[in-house]
């Protein structure tokens, strides 16, 4: 099967008749995921997270043009370096992220504010995903005219706002 071509919820389809594409699917078992982590590892890992995907999305053009870096993308296929360079420069990111998103002890605000924390990341990789990295997966057709490309700026932002909002409450016992 050519993957180049297809994606996998088109190569198999929907879910036995419920509907739902195995990428809506994905999307909401990463929710789910990014939600029982964020109860128990504390919801400023996802705050680090949603601000490391957005740096490192700002990050990868620069990637293509580093000293050093450069010479070892250009030997990799198209997808290959694109998920390598991301996957990278994501950890770090993240790992800056988790220096500078105040991680000394664990935060969690309940299974409430972590699920609001995850739907966020889950806005921001969305939002992401189908503006810069609609050429390495193909973005589901039922979310393009939801997360469409004069959406983009708007889901950042009010993704960055639930984020601290949901901080802010976090910190006010």
Do not use: H
């Not at 921001?124 to 990295?133: D, F, H, K, R, V």
């Not at 708007?154 to 984020?163: D, E, F, H, R, V």
């Amino acid at each position: 099967m050519d993957f180049a071509s297809s994606t996998i919820s088109t190569a198999l389809g929907t879910v036995n008749g419920l509907g739902a594409s195995i990428d809506l699917l994905s999307i909401v078992g990463v929710w789910f995921l990014l939600s029982v982590f964020g109860f128990a590892m504390g919801a400023s890992r996802l705050d680090a997270l949603g601000f490391s995907m957005i740096t490192a999305t700002l990050l990868k053009p620069f990637a293509a043009t580093a000293m050093f870096l450069a010479p070892l993308i250009l030997g990799l296929a198209p997808f290959i370096a694109t998920i390598t360079t991301i996957g990278g420069l994501l950890i770090v990111c993240y790992l800056a992220g988790l220096r500078l998103c105040d991680t000394g002890f664990v935060d969690s605000g309940g299974m409430i504010g972590s699920a609001v924390s995850a739907l966020a990341i889950i806005a921001i990789g969305l939002a992401l995903w189908n503006s810069a990295y609609a050429t390495v997966w193909p973005f589901p057709l039922e979310l393009s005219p939801i997360f469409g490309a004069q959406f983009t700026l708007w889901w950042l932002l009010g993704s960055i706002a639930i984020l601290a909002i949901a901080r802010q409450k976090r910190t006010w016992n």
